[in-house]
């Protein structure tokens, strides 16, 4: 890729002050993400106008993209919030914990049934935030401390991403660049995405017992990364748009069907009085206090299941898909460049919205049932006015996060536009040699899906850059860089921010997002780390 930028120390460092000062706000500073956000985002506006020779109109656009970017994770949140509310009210919550120490006593399994396996499940139908808006009320409702029931989901589906969502990062990767060898491409993808897989559930166990608790529940976490990141590695060779899907639905009814039914699962787990992951004053107060529940918990879930189906059907049936996306919504945006040539291309429909396959029209549809399901229950007696009351408490809640997720998404594309991520990542280019050039590539997959908190976006922003790379230096391959920016684009989600925000907003919880990276973070540069080693022992060892 030919660029005019000059590329100096202070250009690059220029490059990476909005994501230095996005990071520095939130977990250093503690200032609340709206604001974090938005003057990070002055931030990169400014240095774009005045380094980076970005004219007003070229800024302007990028933050319109950067708007109409949020709308489609905005409705998620929206509707996720809604959803939440909804069975908030009916009690449903108490009577899916009560439901499943039915099926098991070991809250373990539990977690890392509906923290890792069902969560993933959710990403692989639906995406968008969807698994963490559902998954994390799921796990409060299990006993979890709200902390750990967003962390535990953001950690799970880390290698459900890239294929996720019916391989939406995928399709958009491959409308970019088109591989020399695309199943070795797909070969080194998948096998990449088996380390978070991995250890992703290696780390909830760690969370629930430390060591201890990595030794209980070893047995469950080699059969589920087995299952889930063998199985996409070996469907991704024959469709890659059901790579995960057809593994998270494998692992579930392997979960439900024989794993709950072991020995160890049916009494209750060693260290479960001892565990930091479980809110043991809450659980001990529900069991003393709670009534019998008018729900069961497969009634409990049902909005779930509708939720679950709904996608399916409007994802997974290649037809009912390719219909339902015809109706959709875009606009036109105009070719933009700077003053050192650096050329945004124009469209006339950029990004459309498909409301009738979108994660949020199923939410949306699964909250009305889920309001009218309770109600035949009885589940709203002695609670008044509960669509008033949860439409109002969906708006408080949404109010932050909205504002934040706007903020981070305009952000990410003004950097896009005014070329400072071409700097960024073309400067590691020239002065890092090949081998430590892919030791480095996924780390800037990962620092693409924290500025943007889509593995889909990091890929569209840095593929190209990547690629670029490989084809001006020939000890690189062009089909191994595309695999080593997804698998670090993949790790990069446990840290995306309007995931987080939107975790902590769907569990109304006081913590702030430092909180949750000082957990998650250290999955993330642990599990980069051996994304980053495999890398290399790929590039140095298998075909290119």
């Not at 002055?42 to 302007?60: D, E, H, K, N, Y």
């Not at 797909?186 to 629930?208: D, E, Q």
């Not at 589940?379 to 009351?389: L, S």
């Not at 975790?503 to 780390?529: A, E, F, N, Q, W």
Request: aromatic residues 12%; charged residues 10%; neutral net charge.
């Amino acid at each position: 890729m030919d660029l005019n930028i000059p590329m100096t120390l202070v250009n690059w460092l220029l490059a990476f002050l909005p994501m230095v000062l996005l990071f520095t706000l939130l977990v250093f500073m503690k200032w609340p993400a709206p604001r974090a956000g938005f003057t990070s985002l002055a931030v990169a506006a400014v240095l774009a106008f005045v380094f980076f020779q970005a004219p007003l109109q070229t800024i302007g656009v990028a933050m319109a993209k950067g708007a109409w970017d949020s709308i489609g994770i905005l409705l998620v949140v929206w509707t996720a919030l809604l959803l939440y509310q909804v069975t908030y009210f009916a009690d449903a919550f108490a009577a899916i914990r009560i439901g499943v120490q039915k099926i098991s006593h070991n809250y373990l399994f539990l977690i890392l049934m509906f923290g890792w396996i069902f969560a993933s499940f959710l990403q692989g139908v639906a995406g968008f935030g969807a698994p963490i808006a559902i998954a994390a009320p799921i796990l409060l409702g299990l006993g979890m401390k709200p902390l750990y029931a967003v962390v535990i989901p953001l950690i799970g589906i880390n290698w459900a991403t890239i294929f996720g969502t019916l391989g939406t990062a995928w399709t958009a990767t491959l409308n970019l660049v088109t591989p020399d060898n695309l199943p070795l491409t797909l070969l080194y993808t998948s096998l990449l995405l088996i380390i978070p897989c991995l250890i992703g559930g290696l780390f909830i166990c760690y969370l629930y017992g430390k060591w201890e608790g990595i030794k209980e529940g070893i047995w469950m976490v080699l059969l589920f990364s087995l299952i889930q990141g063998g199985g996409e590695l070996l469907v991704s060779q024959f469709n890659a748009v059901l790579s995960t899907v057809i593994p998270s639905v494998v692992s579930l009814v392997v979960a439900i069907a024989w794993v709950a039914k072991w020995p160890s699962n049916q009494k209750a787990s060693r260290l479960q009085e001892t565990t930091p992951v479980l809110d043991h004053e809450s659980i001990q107060s529900s069991q003393e206090e709670q009534e019998e529940p008018k729900l069961n918990m497969y009634e409990a879930l049902a909005p779930y299941f509708v939720l679950s189906v709904l996608s399916l059907v409007g994802l997974g049936i290649p037809a009912v898909s390719q219909f339902l996306g015809q109706f959709n919504i875009s606009f036109a945006f105009p070719t933009v460049t700077t003053g050192y040539d650096y050329l945004t291309t124009g469209t006339d429909a950029y990004a459309p919205l498909a409301l009738l396959r979108h994660a949020s029209l199923y939410l949306l549809i699964s909250a009305i049932f889920a309001y009218y399901f309770f109600r035949s229950k009885g589940c709203y007696q002695g609670v008044e006015a509960v669509p008033q009351r949860s439409v109002k408490g969906m708006v408080k809640d949404a109010k932050g996060p909205s504002l934040s997720i706007l903020a981070f998404l305009m952000m990410s594309q003004v950097l896009s536009h005014s070329g400072q991520n071409a700097v960024l990542a073309l400067g590691i280019g020239m002065v890092a040699p090949p081998i430590l050039y892919v030791f480095l590539a996924p780390w800037i997959g990962s620092i693409g899906t924290f500025m943007t908190s889509s593995t889909t976006s990091s890929n569209i922003l840095f593929i190209p850059m990547q690629t670029s790379v490989a084809q001006t230096t020939s000890a690189l391959s062009f089909d191994q860089m595309i695999a080593f920016q997804s698998g670090g684009s993949a790790v990069g989600n446990s840290i995306a921010p309007t995931n987080i925000i939107l975790g902590l907003s769907t569990v109304h919880s006081d913590h702030k997002p430092t909180d949750v990276y000082r957990i998650s973070g250290i999955y993330m540069v642990l599990t980069g780390l051996v994304v980053s080693i495999v890398s290399v022992l790929i590039h140095l060892y298998l075909p290119h």
